[in-house]
T-cell receptor, first 111, second 109 residues
Framework: GEDVEQSLFLSVREGDSSVINCTYTDSSSTYLYWYKQEPGAGLQLLTYIFSNMDMKQDQRLTVLLNKKDKHLSLRIADTQTGDSAIYFCAEKRASNYQLIWGAGTKLIIKP | DGGITQSPKYLFRKEGQNVTLSCEQNLNHDAMYWYRQDPGQGLRLIYYSQIVNDFQKGDIAEGYSVSREKKESFPLTVTSAQKNPTAFYLC????????FGSGTRLTVV
């Protein structure tokens, strides 16, 4: 199929790590992205990974890419209340450079 | 500051009316996009424009129209032919990476 798939919800305790998973469909996708959306706002680019990489780390964020399984994950270390948002995974198709979006994972932080 | 301005933030439309959502950018990006966001769904592409005076239909263009007369501006008109227009509309630009506006929430009353 054409879908990028994500779980709709993830609930974690403050201070724990959050791992948000995504599966995509096009093995020739060039870039894979993670965007964050806070309530009532637009999307903010968090991080991205090029398809020939398998890991990228940026402060509290770690992106892992398993190209064989077409699986992407975003790990947020020491999750804070400010991390509460919807996280979108997107793949950039090599064929037309369009972004294909997942439905978004709502991250809920428990005190 | 460079960025994308979407206006208005909230818009109410009566049945049978056309409404126009504004998107202005000062990032000097060639490509501009309109997406629709519904709860529990990913972003769906309505229209996009790679260059001034040219635009293409996205996945859900029916009931919408756009124009791209200036590089900075890419307005979206939601016509009366769009049967379920209540949604959150996002404009984006791209020079490789994507930058988003803060969105317009359209409600049919």
């Amino acid at each position: 199929g054409e879908d990028v798939e994500q779980s709709l919800f993830l609930s974690v305790r403050e201070g724990d790590s959050s791992v948000i998973n995504c599966t995509y469909t096009d093995s020739s996708s060039t870039y894979l992205y993670w965007y964050k959306q806070e309530p009532g706002a637009g999307l903010q680019l968090l991080t991205y990974i090029f398809s020939n990489m398998d890991m990228k780390q940026d402060q509290r964020l770690t992106v892992l890419l398993n190209k064989k399984d077409k699986h992407l994950s975003l790990r947020i270390a020491d999750t804070q209340t400010g991390d509460s948002a919807i996280y979108f995974c997107a793949e950039k198709r090599a064929s037309n450079y369009q972004l294909i979006w997942g439905a978004g994972t709502k991250l809920i932080i428990k005190p | 500051d460079g960025g994308i301005t979407q206006s208005p933030k909230y818009l109410f439309r009566k049945e049978g009316q056309n409404v126009t959502l504004s998107c202005e950018q000062n990032l000097n990006h060639d490509a501009m996009y309109w997406y629709r966001q519904d709860p529990g769904q990913g972003l769906r592409l309505i229209y996009y424009s790679q260059i001034v005076n040219d635009f293409q239909k996205g996945d859900i263009a029916e009931g919408y129209s756009v124009s791209r007369e200036k590089k900075e501006s890419f307005p979206l008109t939601v016509t009366s032919a769009q049967k379920n227009p209540t949604a959150f509309y996002l404009c984006a630009t791209s020079d490789g990476g994507y930058t988003f506006g803060s969105g317009t929430r359209l409600t049919v009353v």
